[in-house]
């Protein structure tokens, strides 16, 4: 199950890295497998609201946990009841820019992350959960104190997701797409283009190849 912000969720228009990664896993993966969650639907800015489907292939699973302006914030209050009903046993996570701009600081962002694996964890004990860093945005290069909370989030989240994996549950900490620039791989400073989609689908592609064994290595498709 995606779990994120609107870089997760989408835009009218959009194919979204949740699509890039479903393709990958059909010609990687061995098993059966889908996306779930609660939510289907993109951002539309005609709206500002969650009301497109006007995806640019929408012949995919399209579930998800996503919307845009939510972070650990909102998700975690919502990630029991989620995967309880939607059985979710993989988690895909990508949060923490929206806490970060506009509602928590570093730690306590970082204390939401653990409420939200221990809720997780008490729907499904068995529950797996990858986790993706803040990627950095535009507003690191004009808000130094922003950026600074990113980076020390950023570090927390390490070592949270070191200190809450366990064999029966695990935990896997997604390296963050080592090539990906803002000024080239988003079309605003923030949201995903065509190759930041597929270099986030990629991120989680090869973490859970390497950590998991699952799938296989990422080729963009």
């Known amino acids: 199950m995606p779990v994120g912000d609107s870089m997760t969720i989408g835009s009218a228009g959009e194919h979204t890295w949740r699509y ?12 059966p497998f ?7 639907a993109l ?5 500002d609201a969650p009301t497109s489907y006007a995806y640019a292939d929408p012949g995919f699973p399209r579930a998800h946990l996503a919307g845009w302006g939510e972070g650990w914030h909102h998700m975690t209050p919502l990630i029991g009841e989620t995967v309880r009903t939607c059985r979710a046993d993989v988690l895909l996570v990508s949060l923490g820019l929206i806490d970060l701009g506009f509602y928590t ?3 306590q962002t970082t204390d939401n992350v653990r409420a939200f694996v221990a809720a997780a964890r008490e729907a499904d004990p068995r529950v797996r959960v990858t986790v993706m860093p803040v990627i950095r945005n535009i507003r690191v290069e004009s808000d130094p104190a922003f950026a600074d909370q990113v980076d020390r989030f950023n570090e927390l989240l390490a070592k949270t997701v070191a200190d809450l994996d366990e064999a029966g549950s695990p935990l896997l ?3 963050p797409p080592a090539s990906y620039d803002f000024h080239t791989d988003t079309y605003d400073g923030t949201h995903p283009n065509e190759s930041g989609e597929h270099k986030i689908a990629g991120a989680f592609a090869e973490a859970m190849w390497r950590g998991w064994g699952l799938g296989g290595p990422y080729e963009a498709a």
């Not at 890039?20 to 098993?31: E, K, Q, S």
């Open 34 to 40: 889908t996306l779930v969650g609660p939510r289907e």
């Open 20 to 31: 890039r990664l479903w393709r990958h896993l059909c010609t990687a993966y061995d098993g």
């Open 105 to 107: 600081n570093a730690e």
């Open 43 to 47: 951002h539309d800015p005609a709206t």
């Open 173 to 175: 900490l997604v390296p």
